[in-house]
Every structure is written in structure tokens, then in C-alpha cells.
């Protein structure tokens, strides 16, 4: 009786011990895309969605700058016609823009090197 209760407990703590490594193994932007609270839309200084989100909003954004690229992030839930975000942007080559749906599809972009980005809003569904 004792021999199973120790081969349950040293099981339970394999099992314990597999589970954090897991969670410390997983990669640090992947995480960092997922600071972005609910019902927001963040963008990140940075193209690898590292650390906290630099600015983030329930409503529209207007006049971002970044010299180290930016990742934008909609998690955004389900509200019909205002639930995917649309943004625009340019930087030395012209302009840039996209429209984000809300998870799980593709809700998140990067955009490489300076980047000013001029609005990002709400809006209904992507166009095709």
C-alpha cells in the first residue's frame, strides 16, 4: 500500500515538474503578444512583441511612433461591425496598411524598422 501511494506521489511530482518546465521553456514573444488585455487593441515598440504593450486602447489610436518597429495586436472578442481593427501607417518607403481580425484568426502584425502609425480603429469585417 505505502510502495503505490509513493509511486503516485512521484509520479504526481514528474508530472508537476514537466508542466513547469513547459511553461518556462515557451518562447518570451509569444507571451508578450498575449499581455495584451481583452476587448483591446495594443501595439508593441518593437517588431517581436517583447515586453509590455506601449500604448493599447478600447477605442482608436492616432500618431504612433517607433524607430524599432511596432507589433500590433487585436484581442478583441466578437461585437458585430466593430470588432476587427484597421490600421494605417507609413514610413520612408510609402504607405502601409491592414485589418486585423480578433482571435483565434490572424490578430496580430509586425511592421520592421521606423514606423509612424497613423490611426488604428475599429471596424466591421475584413475585406477579402
Do not use: Q
Not at 518597429?69 to 466593430?82: D, F, Q, T, V
Amino acid at each position: 500500500m505505502f510502495t503505490n501511494l509513493r509511486r503516485t506521489a512521484v509520479g504526481a511530482v514528474a508530472a508537476a515538474t514537466l508542466a513547469v518546465t513547459a511553461l518556462a521553456a515557451s518562447p518570451s514573444a509569444s507571451a508578450a503578444e498575449w499581455d495584451c488585455p481583452t476587448y483591446r487593441v495594443c501595439v508593441w515598440n518593437n517588431s517581436s512583441f517583447s515586453g509590455s504593450p506601449t500604448w493599447s486602447s478600447e477605442g482608436s489610436m492616432y500618431g504612433l511612433w517607433s524607430g524599432n518597429g511596432m507589433s500590433i495586436k487585436n484581442n478583441g472578442r466578437y461585437h458585430h461591425g466593430l470588432d476587427h481593427v484597421y490600421w494605417t501607417g507609413h514610413n520612408r518607403y510609402g504607405t502601409i496598411s491592414g485589418c486585423l481580425h480578433f482571435p483565434p484568426d490572424k490578430s496580430a502584425t509586425t511592421i520592421g524598422g521606423t514606423f509612424w502609425l497613423d490611426s488604428v480603429t475599429w471596424g466591421p469585417e475584413c475585406p477579402s
